[in-house]
């Protein structure tokens, strides 16, 4: 099993539409996740950083299900620029550093 | 808002040369990091870097790469004899804790 797993997409949804993706993960000791956004030939940037009650930024809502190993992030009333690739960031300690590995990202694209 | 910031943008090199990839991370930070991107992959570690020493580092961080933090705020890496397939974005990625990255804008490695 994959590290870091995610629904490559894309998904294609109209203005307006909600979507939320999933992304599930293999290491059950990992410690903090985060959602990036990366478009097109640019760097990932931070998007929002996932906590165990969940949280909410605006449009968006993240949340963490550690039973299951999956975290989620949903787009309510998504608009034109919300179209990237949205990259799924889980840090499993190891010796006590920081490696966080990456999904490949889910490919979202928002259409008129 | 704080920056890291990557020189060059973009580096074209001869296979066999040896290129150096610079990277000034947030000044406060204490965990620093090389990802590269090859073009339509994902994000893979290369190297962590704390307290002025590697502390983690991946497979592909073979004996052709190395780091260094030559002067305190400089952090660089070098890819001592390219081949075709190190073509690829390299990221620089830096951290305070357990807070998200923030990731240098890039640096776009061809190697012909």
């Known amino acids: 099993r994959k590290e870091v797993e995610q629904d490559p997409g894309p998904f294609n949804v109209p203005e307006g539409a909600t979507v939320a993706f999933n992304c599930t993960y293999s290491n059950s000791a990992s410690q903090s996740f985060f959602w990036y956004r990366q478009d097109c030939r640019k760097e990932p940037k931070l998007l929002m950083s996932v906590y165990s009650s969940g949280n909410e930024d605006g449009r968006f809502t993240a949340q963490l299900n550690r039973a299951s190993q999956y975290i989620s992030l949903l787009i309510r009333d998504s608009k034109l620029s919300d179209s990237a690739t949205y990259l799924c960031?889980?840090?499993?300690?190891?010796?006590?550093?920081?490696?966080?590995?990456f999904g490949r990202g889910t490919s979202l694209i928002v259409h008129p | 808002e704080p920056e890291v910031t990557q020189t060059p943008s973009h580096q074209v090199t001869q296979m066999g040369q040896e290129v150096i990839l610079r990277c000034v991370p947030i000044?406060?930070?204490?965990?620093f990091y090389w990802y590269r991107q090859i073009l339509g992959q994902k994000v893979e570690f290369l190297v962590s870097?704390?307290?002025?020493?590697?502390?983690?580092k991946s497979e592909i961080f073979d004996d052709q790469f190395s780091v260094e933090r030559p002067d305190g705020s400089n952090f660089t890496l070098k890819i001592r004899s390219t081949k075709l397939e190190d073509s690829a974005m390299y990221f620089c990625?830096?951290?305070?804790?357990?807070?998200?990255?923030?990731f240098g804008s890039g640096t776009r490695l061809t190697v012909v």
């Open positions: 990625a830096s951290i305070l804790g357990s807070s998200g990255y923030t």
């Open positions: 960031v889980v840090n499993p300690r190891s010796g006590g550093s920081y490696i966080p590995t």
């Open positions: 870097f704390y307290n002025n020493e590697i502390s983690e």
């Open positions: 000044s406060n930070h204490l965990y």
